[in-house]
């Protein structure tokens, strides 16, 4: 049996966050798959959801426009954070996915970023055996797996991932694609 990828965004993803729970909402109770956001999806899950993942899909933007345009082209495809998050975020086409399941990683993409969002996430699937990583915890709140490419940072949230640590983050980013490239 294969394990199932549970989220927004695509399956053939270049750069996927992921979250300990779906948005609160009937329809994530009951999804068994990747589906692209569709028709305004992201403004429904923050009208219902509240502002908690309003924050998540926010710093989302914000990290993929922060980072290395030398190895992601997230940035030149639109003039600001806010629009790309209204015209390409985890939309068809879009490399983006946001996963409410635990990572799957294929050892054959390394082209895939994995991010996992909150250190207690991480841990979780570690100790859940969800997880096969070999992380260098770096501080408190950075841990980064060079093999698999897997960074866990703070949670998708203004003051935990602030804009000083989003450049931290693309600077491990661009830490991970060097390390790829030299190997």
């Not at 290395?68 to 879009?94: G, I, V």
Request: net charge positive; with cysteine; charged share 15%.
């Amino acid at each position: 049996m294969t394990e199932q990828v549970v989220g927004l965004g695509e399956y053939d993803f270049n750069v996927a966050v992921y979250v300990a729970k779906a948005p609160p909402m009937p329809y994530f109770e009951t999804l068994q798959s990747i589906e692209p956001v569709i028709n305004e999806q992201i403004n429904t899950i923050n009208q219902h959801c509240g502002n908690g993942w309003r924050k998540v899909f926010n710093v989302y933007a914000k990290v993929l426009f922060a980072l290395p345009s030398e190895h992601y082209s997230f940035a030149k495809q639109a003039d600001s954070w806010q629009a790309y998050r209204d015209k390409f975020l985890l939309q068809n086409n879009s490399k983006t996915a946001l996963l409410f399941s635990a990572p799957i990683i294929n050892g054959t993409n390394k082209n895939q970023l994995h991010i996992i969002a909150g250190r207690t996430h991480a841990k979780n699937l570690l100790q859940q055996g969800k997880l096969n990583a070999q992380f260098n915890w770096l501080d408190d709140e950075f841990a980064i797996d060079t093999t698999n490419h897997i960074i866990v940072c703070p949670y998708f949230d203004y003051r935990q991932l602030s804009n000083i640590k989003i450049a931290r983050l693309s600077a491990l980013v661009a830490q991970l694609k060097n390390t790829k490239n030299r190997s």
